[in-house]
């Protein structure tokens, strides 16, 4: 009787049941920890009705932020993140726009990497500073204009569902991070604790995040920082950055 009693406790302790939250140091103000599919991650949730998100690139003498820590100790964001694909000199693979002006151009092309991974995709901010994520078709086709936009690839999650190209749970294991926006019209990042796949990662915006639309941004060199160091990664540079500011009381 006794090895049954020991034998039902331990089925029940086994049992699938809610995923705990992993113990992690304090965040900002809109981050969270979260285990989706066990496996563990950060996920900021940006309302732009009481933040301001803008993009970066380039620091006051002109060069290239490259230091991610940096960036954060110098101008002090809520939290900053790498925003886009680059090349050695750190400039933008793809689209970049920063302060309304046309850094870099629309990639419309083919090529090898995930950058070419069709459909790719554009974040950026309205002029009114809503966020949005859309592919690069879609941006192409449209004549409104931006404030900010960094281009990058591939696409998550496109109208709901996961990009086609991706396995359930392929064999490409990395630190992944990216950006989606939910039912709110909230911009919402995210970036593994772990090495994941592409698939478990556009789930989580999917399924667990609930964004109908969502964008990779980098993998191995993904990081995200605090306003004043970094948080998760920071061990490679970075190229454009999106950051997050909070706004005054009387413009919320």
Known sequence: MAIAVIAAALFLMTREGPEPEPKIAALPAPCHPVV???SGFITCTVDPAKYRLSLHLRDGNGEPWHDLKRFAQE???????????YHEDLSPV?????GGKHLAPLQTGTGAGNFF??????????PEGLPFVVTTEVYALSKTPVSFATQSGPMLVIDGAVHPRFEPDGASRYTRNGVGIDGQGRAVFAISREKVSFGKFARLFRDALQCKNALY?????????DN???????????GPIVAVFSKPAADQ
Not at 117 to 126: A, D, H, Q, T, Y
Not at 217 to 225: E, I, K, P, Q, W
């Open 36 to 38: 989706f599919e066990r």
């Open 75 to 85: 101008t002090h964001p809520v939290l900053a993140m790498n925003a886009g694909m």
């Open 94 to 98: 793809g689209l970049y726009v920063e």
């Open 117 to 126: 991974m069709k459909p790719n995709g554009v974040f950026g901010l309205s």
């Open 217 to 225: 941004f980098d993998g191995v060199v993904s990081a995200l920082s």
């Open 228 to 238: 004043d160091s970094i948080i998760e990664g920071g061990k490679y540079p970075a």
